[in-house]
C-alpha cells in the first residue's frame, strides 16, 4: 500500500459524527476555503453540480437553530420507553453553538438545466451527488484536523427559513464545523450503546441479494 493511500484509509476510519468536542476556535478562512472546494470537487449527475453551501455564523441564528433542534430532540425522546430511552438519554447533541460554524448544504434540483444527463430513470440521482459533496467536505475536514457534525433533528421548512433557502431548494444538511480537542476513537452511538457497526460480511452479496442478510 502506498502512502498516499494509507494516509487516505487513515483519514476515512478516523471520520467522526462530533458533538462534545469543539473548541469553539474560529477556523481560518484557508483551510474553510479548501475544504469547501473538496466538497465541490465532488462527482455529480450529469455534471449538475446541484448543491449550495450557506456558512452560518450568526450566534442569533445559531441558538435559533439549537433551540429548534432541542425541541425535536425532546419530541423523539418522549417516544422512547425503557432501555432506549436510557440510552438516548446520553447522547448528546452539542455543537451548534459550540462550533460557531454551520455549513447549510441544499439541493438545487433544477440546476444543470430541465434535462441532467443521469438522471431521466433516477430522479434522485441529483440528491445522492449532494451526499458525495457532503463525504468529500468531511473527509477533507478530517484531514486538516476539524470536526464535523451531521445535524438531523430538524424540520426541512424550519431550516429552510431560517437561513433564507428559496422553496425549491431542498436542505439536505446542517454541519456543524469546527475545532476539536480530539475525535473519540469509538463513534458516539456506538459507545453509549445505541447501535454496534456490523461486519462487511453482514452486508456484502455476491451477484444476487440473499435474503439472510442481517443488519
Known sequence: MTDCAAALYDVINRRRDTRREFTGAPVDNDVLHRIL????AAPSVGM??????????????????RDHVAAEREAFADSLTGE???????????GICESGL???VGYHPSRGGPQVLGRHT?????LYSVVCAIQNLWLAATAEGLGVGWVSFYQEDFLRSLVGMPAHVRPVAWLCVG?????????????????????????????????????
Open 37 to 40: 472546494l473538496a466538497a465541490h
Open 122 to 126: 433516477i430522479p434522485d440521482a441529483g
Open 84 to 94: 432506549r430511552a436510557e440510552t438516548f438519554s446520553r447522547i448528546k447533541i452539542e
Open 179 to 215: 475545532h476539536v480537542d480530539d475525535l473519540p476513537e469509538v463513534p458516539d452511538l456506538e459507545r453509549f450503546g445505541w447501535r454496534a457497526r456490523t461486519s462487511l460480511s453482514a452486508v456484502l452479496h455476491e451477484e444476487r441479494y440473499r435474503d439472510d442478510a442481517t443488519g
Open 48 to 65: 449538475s453540480q446541484p448543491w449550495d453551501f450557506i456558512l452560518v455564523r450568526s450566534p442569533q441564528t445559531l441558538r435559533a437553530f
Open 102 to 104: 454551520g455549513v447549510v
